[in-house]
């Protein structure tokens, strides 16, 4: 069966700090993609990263960052000198590796930015 | 470049009531897919429907809930005679044929009286 763990259910930090949003989780297939998205508080899901399992290279787009690791079944989401605009409920989702499946949901991270 | 729409933003309704949801993939997108999110469950897959045909309905609840994506039109989710356990966010999201990546509506709001 399919899963994905967000073992922290809130984080909240200060403006500027560095902050890392954790995902572990399991599948029996060989071929699979792992995605973040982020749900501000107006509510709606925004689409961040796509990775598949074959590419294990880490990922920058400015201040947010990616950490894929097969090893440990963990794609973790690592967001630089965090901005009040950051806060927001994260959810890191996985699918099968093929078009057209649904995605798994993790429980998300509410991330708080105070400034 | 439109987004995912979905409409109503909001929708309530009293017990016994009949609830329409309706979805628009974004162009170029055939693919659709319908979650809902409940406040201690989180975000739960329902259904997944190309043109006029339903692929993946392992979601969706046995009673009640249908869900349609005909020729011309947006894809529409019914929930036939709603319950206050049906409260929730629905989302709606698409992609394109052999995409993986699911870009979402900004959801509809469902309350039952």
């Given amino acids: 069966a399919q899963k994905v763990t967000q073992a922290q259910t809130e984080i909240s930090v200060v403006e500027k700090e560095d902050v890392?949003?954790?995902?572990?989780?399991?599948?029996?297939?060989?071929?699979?993609?792992?995605?973040?998205?982020?749900?501000?508080?107006?509510?709606?899901?925004?689409?961040?990263?796509?990775?598949?399992?074959?590419?294990e290279q880490n990922e920058i787009s400015g201040r947010y960052s990616w950490n894929f690791q097969k090893s440990t079944s963990s794609f973790n989401f690592t967001i630089t000198a965090s901005q009040v605009v950051?806060?927001?409920?994260?959810?890191?989702?996985?699918?099968?590796?093929?078009?057209?499946?649904?995605?798994?949901?993790?429980?998300?991270t509410t991330l708080s930015v105070s400034s | 470049n439109a987004g995912v729409m979905q409409n109503p933003r909001h929708l309530?309704?009293?017990?016994?009531?009949?609830?329409?949801?309706?979805?628009s993939p974004m162009k170029g997108h055939s693919h659709v897919y319908w979650y809902r999110q409940l406040p201690e469950e989180g975000l739960?897959?329902?259904v997944y429907l190309q043109k006029e045909n339903i692929i993946d309905e392992s979601g969706m609840p046995k009673e009640r809930f249908s869900a349609e994506f005909p020729k011309e039109g947006p894809s529409i989710l019914r929930i036939q005679q709603v319950v206050r356990?049906?409260?929730?966010?629905?989302?709606?999201?698409?992609?394109r044929y052999g995409?993986?990546?699911?870009?979402?509506?900004?959801?509809?709001?469902?309350?039952?009286?």
């Fill in chain 2, 85 to 95: 356990g049906d409260s929730a966010a629905y989302f709606c999201a698409s992609s």
């Fill in chain 2, 99 to 113: 995409e993986e990546t699911q870009y979402f509506g900004p959801g509809t709001r469902l309350l039952v009286l």
């Fill in chain 1, 20 to 55: 890392t949003l954790d995902c572990v989780y399991e599948t029996r297939d060989t071929t699979y993609y792992l995605f973040w998205y982020k749900q501000p508080p107006s509510g709606e899901l925004v689409f961040l990263i796509r990775r598949n399992s074959f590419d």
């Fill in chain 2, 44 to 46: 739960k897959f329902m």
């Fill in chain 2, 12 to 23: 309530v309704r009293r017990r016994g009531q009949e609830a329409r949801l309706r979805c």
């Fill in chain 1, 86 to 108: 950051d806060s927001a409920v994260y959810f890191c989702a996985l699918s099968a590796g093929r078009a057209g499946t649904a995605l798994i949901f993790g429980k998300g």
